[in-house]
């Protein structure tokens, strides 16, 4: 049985193995040691599923528990994807903080799956990687 809970210290080796496994690490930078434990410390909402004390999926959030909720990353482990892990963490995000808009950036594999579990696509997201990329 999953068991879920709000677990904002998770260790920073143990959130890295899940990103690998995953696939998520492909698009996180699990070479940097440093990043990893600061991405872990900085989140103010973590959200894990655990099989037997293995985790096994995360929620790492950044909120004001108000107005908005950046949901960072959404990892489960490949051998437990498809069994409804992901979109439990979701909703127990959304719990967290219900007057607070969730706002998500899809990994390109993921893409349609958030329209399907419920969740509106938004048509005006802008990134900035660079500052001096700023005119």
């Known amino acids: 049985m999953i068991k879920y809970q709000i677990e904002n210290n998770i260790s920073p080796s143990e959130f890295k193995e899940l990103l690998i496994k995953s696939t998520l690490g492909e698009r996180r ?7 990893i434990k600061a991405m872990v ?34 990892a489960v482990d490949t051998d437990f ?10 909703r127990l995000t959304k719990k967290e903080t219900p007057n607070a808009t969730l706002i998500l950036l899809a990994a390109p594999k993921a ?3 958030y329209p399907r579990i419920g969740m509106t696509k938004h048509h005006a997201c802008f990134l900035l990687n660079d500052e001096k990329k700023l005119k």
Do not use: H
Request: glycine share 6%.
């Open 29 to 35: 930078p699990i070479d940097d040691f440093d990043r």
């Open 111 to 113: 893409v349609d799956y």
């Open 81 to 90: 994807q498809n069994t409804g892990i992901g979109k439990e963490l979701i």
């Open 41 to 74: 410390e900085n989140a103010n909402l973590i959200i894990t599923a655990r099989d037997q004390n293995k985790l096994v999926g995360v929620a790492r959030s950044v909120t004001d528990f108000v107005y908005c909720t950046y949901l960072s990353d959404l």
